[in-house]
Nanobody
């Protein structure tokens, strides 16, 4: 069974920094794109940053220049370094990945989500 497990959320003052981590575990053959999404209360989930297996990245306009996504393919990890945090960054942050896994003797591709980690930025 494949799982994405996030860590690193918490409470921080405006202007502060946090680093989110996400570990992919299970019978993984390969990991394609990975990314971070967030959902604030009363709002739809939105893409924050994404990174391909070759480390090409893209960011939401609201976080460009402040957030950095990275990944370690060998460790099956993805990270989100968040600097200059603002109260409007407050949300539950979710890790996402497209993963090929063993399913018996075959390989199956699925889209996976982590359980979410709360980030709260106080003013």
């Amino acid at each position: 069974q494949v799982q994405l497990v996030e860590s690193g959320g918490g409470l921080v003052q405006a202007g502060g920094s946090l680093r989110l981590s996400c570990a992919a575990t299970g019978s993984i053959v390969s990991i394609n794109d990975m990314g971070w999404y967030r959902q604030a209360p009363g709002k739809q989930r939105e893409s924050v940053a994404r990174i391909t297996s070759r480390h090409s990245t893209n960011y939401a306009d609201s976080v460009k220049g402040r957030f950095t996504i990275s990944r370690d393919n060998a460790q099956k990890m993805v990270y989100l370094q968040m600097n200059s945090l603002k109260p409007e960054d407050t949300a539950v942050y979710y890790c996402n990945a497209g993963i090929s896994r063993w399913y018996g003797t075959t390989i199956q591709w699925d889209d996976y989500w982590g359980q979410g980690t709360q980030v709260t930025v106080s003013s």
